[in-house]
């Protein structure tokens, strides 16, 4: 499981590079950020985060010997709904992070 929040922990720094990307464009340095642009990339770790929240799900529920299967399925279906229903907006990225530190709170009773 600690393997899961470190890939998770991955796809919210993706989720972070738009003020690299934006600095980037500005001094004219050219990286693959900045060429995928800030929407892709932004799309691109709520794709990931979404998929992570329905392997958690899967699991919890193939796995319930090992998982809190009564606290991660919905906890984790709670988290994607709020991913997907997201306005994107300065407290996009706010939501974001709110979402890493829900998951570390919640670890230690999965």
């Given at each position: 499981m600690n393997n899961s929040l470190i890939l998770q922990s991955r796809f919210y720094l993706i989720l972070s590079f738009e003020a690299f990307i934006i600095h980037d464009h500005r001094f004219q340095i050219v990286t693959f950020a900045a060429k995928f642009g800030v929407r892709?990339?932004?799309f691109l770790g709520i794709g990931l985060l979404l998929v992570n929240y329905i392997g958690a799900i899967l699991t919890a529920i193939y796995m319930p010997q090992v998982f809190n299967r009564?606290?991660?399925?919905?906890?984790h279906a709670i988290f994607a709904l709020c991913l997907i229903f997201q306005e994107a907006s300065a407290s996009f990225y706010q939501v974001i992070w709110r979402l890493l530190y829900a998951e570390y709170i919640i670890f230690p009773f999965m």
């Open positions: 892709n990339i932004a009564n606290l991660m399925v919905p906890v």
